[in-house]
């Protein structure tokens, strides 16, 4: 059974601090990796992918990859009360199926 | 205007009913989803759709369901004969190519059946 996991938190941080979200995945050979913002009551939004080794920076997110660790991370920088969101951890397995599996998500508060 | 429409954005249905979901994708994309969530709980995958055939489908899609895409837009979710336990939202999605580049999701439809 693949599985994703994140803490579910809440977290809880300051505005303008950093937060720091994770995700562990079961998968050895997963490729693809997406964290999705999800308001209450809204649908996913995808804010990042990610694919190889790294850190991948669009704007105040950051996404970091360690395939040897199976883990998957998303800072995010400045926090603000609009980053104030559960946020899905998504991976696709890549076994020549297409669906992607999700994580239950980390709920967010950033305290103005 | 969102590149992927639903309709309805809420339905209420007596167990046993059966319903119609549809979503909408404005570009040609080849690539389409069907997920649900229960309240509180993770995004499941449901169906994906390419070249309007069932490509991959979960053990959640079982003979009440199927999808279609009978006009060559519209893209439908039917559940036969619903139970209280398919309440949920039902995101449709849809993506470049077999999963690989994120979804691009529709605003859903919450369904609740009584």
């Known amino acids: 059974q693949k599985e994703v996991e994140q803490n579910s938190g809440p977290l809880s941080v300051p505005e303008g601090a950093i937060a720091s979200l994770n995700c562990t995945y079961s998968d050895r050979v997963s490729q693809s990796f997406f964290w999705y913002r999800q308001y209450s009551g809204k649908s996913p939004e995808l804010i990042m992918s990610?694919?190889?080794?790294g850190d991948k920076e669009d704007g105040r997110f950051t996404a970091q990859l360690n395939k040897a660790s199976q883990y998957v991370s998303l800072l995010i920088r400045d926090s603000q009360p609009s980053d104030s969101a559960t946020y899905l951890c998504a991976v696709n397995p890549w076994t020549g199926g297409f669906k992607t599996i999700f994580g239950a998500g980390t709920r967010l508060f950033v305290k103005a | 205007e969102p590149e992927v429409t639903q309709t309805p954005s809420h339905q209420v249905t007596q167990m046993g009913q059966e319903v119609i979901l549809r979503c909408v994708p404005i570009?040609?994309?080849?690539?389409f989803y069907w997920y649900r969530q229960i309240l509180g709980q993770k995004v499941e995958f449901l169906v994906s759709?390419?070249?309007?055939?069932?490509?991959?489908k979960s053990e959640i899609f079982d003979d009440q369901f199927s999808v279609e895409r009978p006009d060559g837009s519209n893209f439908t979710l039917k559940i036969r004969s619903t139970k209280l336990e398919d309440s949920a939202m039902y995101f449709c999605?849809?993506?470049?190519?077999?999963?690989?580049?994120?979804?691009?999701f529709g605003s859903g439809t919450r369904l609740t059946v009584v």
């Open positions: 570009s040609n994309h080849l690539y």
């Open positions: 999605g849809k993506e470049g190519g077999q999963g690989n580049y994120g979804y691009t």
């Open positions: 759709f390419y070249n309007n055939e069932i490509s991959e």
């Open positions: 990610i694919y190889s080794n």
